[in-house]
């Protein structure tokens, strides 16, 4: 054991005199407390947002209320009252910022038609998605695999190398302990700067101490560690240095962009998606055609949904507000099909991504660590399906007003509906994404030792 702490301290002694991997291991430290910074703004923001929109909700309630000082018809209400559905961030996102940037956190909505709505803020800036987000976990699953490349593609080789491999292996030492402390100290190292920053990040950001303390650090490890396997089996080859890092940068590539790219075609192909904006035209028509069809025909339709408003009083003159509101409804109701074959494809592409990362143990870990920030597109889908229970909320609200033709006074405001969503970890895929990292690293180090074992080492 003292030999083994002996060749740490040389490891040690050898790091600091090189000025590259200084550079590099500063580097990466600046980059992963920039991701803190970049994630903890971001999480701000949208809570400093999403604060003004109650502000926004009640200036808009007094502009009516001022408008319309003895009260109205509920419709001229619910056409110009604007409310909104809100996904509020868990304490969790700023580590990993996830879809919260690329997909909307909250929903403009009022009494008109629904799906158009949720929709309209569908677009987002391409070269955004193609950025990504560089927060925490953008740093860990992206940079620090370069950190170790940069660390570890010469251990063994540069020793033979510069021919000193031959003099340490005359010492009472072999070479699974010269190896096995090379890989040690820069374990320690690596390891430190990726706990110390995931710590640094959950204080920063005021995470909730929960169980996921515990599995953020445990997957931290196990990336990192499945990283020093492979390292450990590059340097297994006994090949040169030149040899050893492009070989591992090739395995960086290829699990973090051509992997992780080829499954994308593949699920594209495999679970095709209908597209938003076909169900908001299709929706649109059905709407701008119902100001061509019979009255009578159109409120047929609806009272067979709504047969509670069938007795209301029938409708007089050229326009009526709650006709009005029933053909958008019914334009809802016309594209229904659509809105749940968009939301179940979502949800079908997400389970094909868990069942297909097993072949890329960063797409695995990035998974792992937006569910568990509840910043994964089954948290988005949960939102559009809130985001839907409160407009039917709205509509149970409005309707009595304009199918009994009451008065909407400003002290009914008070009484309306108001939206809440936050975001909930995902366990389930936390657990299944942990089970497979840690056979991941199982597999690597066992490759490892094996080649190890049947390759002696040749010392020339």
Not at 24 to 40: D, H, K, Q, V
Not at 158 to 175: D, M, N, R
Not at 343 to 369: D, K, Y
Request: hydrophobic share 50%; glycine share 6%; with cysteine.
């Amino acid at each position: 054991m003292k030999k083994f702490w002996i060749l740490i301290k040389f490891e040690w002694l050898n790091f600091r005199a090189d000025k590259g991997l200084l550079i590099l291991t500063i580097l990466t430290l600046f980059a992963g407390l920039y991701g803190i910074y970049y994630g903890t703004t971001e999480i701000n923001r949208q809570q400093e947002n999403i604060a003004a929109l109650d502000v926004l909700t009640e200036q808009n309630i007094e502009e009516l209320k001022a408008k319309y000082p003895n009260g109205t018809d509920a419709g001229d209400i619910g056409y110009y009252h604007t409310t909104f559905a809100v996904n509020h961030p868990d304490s969790w996102a700023s580590l990993s910022l996830g879809q919260r940037d690329v997909n909307p956190y909250y929903i403009k909505l009022r009494l008109l038609n629904l799906q158009s709505q949720l929709y309209d803020t569908e677009n987002i800036n391409p070269l955004k998605v193609l950025s990504g987000n560089f927060d925490l976990a953008f740093v860990l699953v992206y940079l620090f695999p370069l950190l170790i490349i940069g660390l570890c593609f010469n251990i063994l080789s540069v020793e033979k190398e510069q021919g000193t491999l031959p003099l340490l292996l005359s010492q009472p030492i072999g070479l699974p302990l010269i190896v096995g402390a090379k890989l040690t100290f820069r374990m320690m190292l690596v390891l430190g700067m990726a706990l110390l920053l995931s710590v640094v990040a959950m204080v920063w950001g005021q995470v909730s101490p929960d169980m996921r303390v515990a599995f953020w650090l445990s997957v931290v490890v196990l990336y990192c560690l499945f990283w020093f396997g492979v390292a450990f089996v590059v340097a297994a080859l006994q090949k040169n240095s030149a040899f050893n890092a492009i070989t591992m940068l090739g395995v960086w590539l290829l699990l973090t962009i051509i992997i992780p790219a080829l499954l994308n075609v593949y699920i594209a192909v495999k679970q095709p998606m209908p597209q938003a904006l076909e169900l908001t035209i299709k929706q649109r028509e059905v709407v701008h055609g119902g100001w061509d069809k019979p009255k009578r025909e159109t409120m047929d339709k609806f009272f067979a949904l709504y047969p509670q408003w069938t007795d209301t009083t029938e409708i007089q003159g050229r326009f009526a507000w709650r006709w009005y509101y029933a053909f958008h409804h019914l334009g809802d109701v016309a594209v229904a099909d659509l809105a749940l074959d968009y939301q179940e494809g979502l949800q079908a592409r997400h389970q094909l991504v868990e069942q297909l990362n097993v072949w890329s143990v960063p797409v695995n870990v990035q998974t792992i660590f937006n569910a568990m920030a509840g910043s994964d597109l089954p948290s988005y889908v949960s939102f559009l399906q809130s985001a839907t229970q409160y407009h039917d909320s709205l509509r149970e609200f409005y309707y009595p007003f304009l199918f009994n033709q009451v008065n909407f006074t400003n002290a009914d405001y008070v009484n309306e509906p108001r939206h809440s969503f936050t975001s909930s970890p995902d366990f389930a895929t936390v657990h299944a994404g942990l089970y497979k990292l840690a056979l991941s690293v199982l597999l690597v180090f066992a490759v490892g030792m094996l080649l190890f074992r049947r390759i002696k080492a040749s010392v020339k």
